[in-house]
């Protein structure tokens, strides 16, 4: 039974969201000047719908931005076969490039609304889901409450809930169990997730594993692999993936110390936001580094020290270019990227000492020695030069990790098991 005095808590959030709720055109504004909303969508954000409804049953998916997005298209994809249509939103402008580019025949992409009644209603009463499906951790309070006035059912899926997360929600124990009390199910990572997530209020809790482990490689285009192969040649490599803040600094004193050792080094930066692209190459530029720009469409040259691969969708690419990747997040305290990408087409990984975001995965890779781990810049360069400098251990570095995630996969069949009562229930409930 929900907690009274969570009910009470949740039931303001959403009421002060109707308050609110004539200012949000404002801060729809604010946002597209600053580049984070599409100023051609921007209706989306306030529930207006920019596609009919499919006819038949339709399953809503929501995923935070590009990695939970990326790691639920082969979900998608059971799905539409399982007869549905299927509304992915997502709530960056990054992820919507994505989700254009990746999302197969039967979804499709619209913006999150924002999570305030007036725009979630008309959302709710344009769609109509049969099912609502939330992506690790991605749960709004008023959209949760909308869902559940409508008998809506609710699931988690590749459902994640770190120890600092589960402490904060800890704090309003009330408020925390008449939200999570709502889900219909929450299909876990790893059992300490489940453990977390049932304590919070979940009745139905059930490890499934995480679904990054079983969707497809990144792609690239072949002949651009070839041509940007044939461009950087022979040198030695070295890639700064999905960095944030203050990790593209750290990378360019990792170049000015490795360079010692590694004489024509070329660094790959690919930053987690690549709209940060112009103010991450002025600040290399400002540190004497000779910097070509993947989305001015450079090509890195003989005198290119850092290559700065600020474009969406190009990990797959860069992760077959480059043999050794540091996984960013992990210095710069932001919980870490996620390492199963690159492990998987054959980077050797390194990372820094914060992962809580894909805790099991590193301590897994780390086990198997298939990772290296470091905690500084100093760490990071001797990393580097040691992974070049041994060609057969980095070698035996990448196998170990690529078994890893091979002994981890399964999760997709699992969920979908977990889903086929609520999803029939869908399919049914539509055909009345």
């Excluded at 999905?242 to 600094?249: F, I």
């Excluded at 700065?308 to 990990?315: C, F, N, Q, R, Y």
Aim: hydrophobic share 50%; glycine share 10%.
């Amino acid at each position: 039974m929900s907690d009274r005095f969570g009910d009470a808590v949740l039931a303001a959030y959403r009421g002060l969201g109707r308050v609110l709720a004539p200012a949000l055109p404002l801060l729809l504004a604010r946002r597209t000047r600053a580049g984070k909303e599409d100023p051609t969508r921007r209706g989306e954000r306030l529930g207006r719908p920019a596609k009919p409804r499919p006819r038949g049953p339709l399953v809503w998916v929501h995923a935070a931005s590009v990695g939970e997005t990326v790691s639920v298209l082969a979900l998608v994809e059971r799905l539409i076969a399982a007869g549905t249509a299927v509304l992915v939103t997502t709530g960056t402008v990054t992820s919507a490039a994505i989700a254009a580019q990746r999302l197969p025949a039967g979804a499709f992409h619209q913006f999150v609304p924002f999570d305030v009644a007036p725009h979630l209603g008309r959302f709710l009463d344009h769609w109509r889901p049969g099912l609502a499906i939330f992506v690790e951790s991605e749960m709004w309070p008023t959209t949760v409450l909308e869902l559940a006035d409508r008998a809506i059912p609710q699931v988690l899926v590749n459902a994640r809930l770190s120890e600092r997360s589960a402490r904060r929600w800890g704090l309003v124990g009330g408020t925390a169990r008449a939200l999570f009390g709502r889900l219909a199910a929450a299909l876990a990572q790893s059992p300490g997730d489940g453990a977390r997530l049932a304590a919070l209020g979940v009745g139905d809790v059930r490890v499934v594993g995480n679904l990054k482990y079983d969707g497809p490689p990144l792609g690239a285009d072949p002949a651009e692999q070839a041509r940007l192969a044939a461009a950087i040649g022979a040198r030695p490599t070295w890639l700064a993936a999905s960095t944030h803040p203050g990790e593209e600094a750290i990378a360019a004193q990792v170049h000015a110390a490795a360079a010692v050792h590694l004489p024509g080094l070329l660094t790959v930066i690919a930053p987690r936001h690549p709209v940060r692209g112009d103010e991450i190459r002025r600040e290399l530029a400002g540190r004497g580094l000779t910097v070509a720009s993947r989305s001015q469409g450079e090509t890195p040259t003989a005198a290119t020290d850092v290559f700065l691969a600020d474009t969406i969708g190009e990990m797959g690419l860069l992760y077959r270019l480059v043999p050794i990747a540091f996984v960013g997040g992990s210095l710069a305290d932001k919980g870490g990227q996620n390492p199963i990408e690159p492990a998987r087409l054959g980077c050797a990984v390194i990372h820094g000492p914060s992962t809580r975001n894909f805790a099991d995965v590193y301590r897994d890779l780390d086990a198997a020695g298939g990772a290296t781990a470091i905690t500084d810049a100093a760490g990071l360069a001797a990393a580097v030069v040691a992974a070049h400098g041994a060609p057969d251990d980095r070698a035996a570095t990448v196998e170990r990790a690529r078994a890893v995630v091979a002994a981890a996969t399964g999760a997709l069949d699992r969920t979908m098991a977990a889903l086929a009562a609520p999803l029939a229930a869908a399919l049914a409930k539509d055909r009345e």
